[in-house]
């Protein structure tokens, strides 16, 4: 039970947040659409690999898992495998640049000021650009709000990887934009 009375409690995480105030939930939805689904040099699935492993760290069940399914329908593997990313990545193939990425991530997860100039320095020897950094610690900071968000209001979560699938997909090959953006509201 939330910490709120929710006009809808069988919505799990954020989705019952997002019921209750769409006028912020259309702003918070396209953040996420473009910080997971917009123009960049990382893969989406990459990306929600990073939103993903910073809501493990946080220990958000919701976030974690959804964006970990959503993670799974990008790069075609096992909803199985969502797993993995607590396992350290041991099966999902991650790339010596986004492994770099991720331990930024893990940083501003912690605090923004725990990046060091060293972190950088390692995410560039392994090919990583001023965008790639960019993007990692934008959605980490991100996610940062929104699993505060979740968490903060004591909203509920399934369980099992499986009752993730369906919102992974739309996630994944839909998006994230369900409620009406007011122009006023995002200053367009």
Known sequence: MAHISLPDESLPGIVGLFNFRPETAGP???LAETLLRGESPLTSGER???ASYVSL???THFCHTSHGSAAMAHLGYDLSLIDDIKNGFQVIEVSPKLRALLNIAAKVQKSGKAVTDEDIAAARAEGA???DIHDTVLIAAAFCM???YV????TWAPQS???YREMGQRMAFTGYVRYPVKQDAVGV
Do not use: P, T, V, Y
């Open 151 to 154: 968490d903060g209001l004591g």
């Open 48 to 50: 929600e690999l990073i």
């Open 161 to 163: 990887n499986e009752a």
């Open 57 to 59: 760290l946080n220990d």
């Open 129 to 131: 650009g001023d965008r």
């Open 146 to 148: 929104f699993n505060r």
């Open 28 to 30: 918070l939805q396209l």
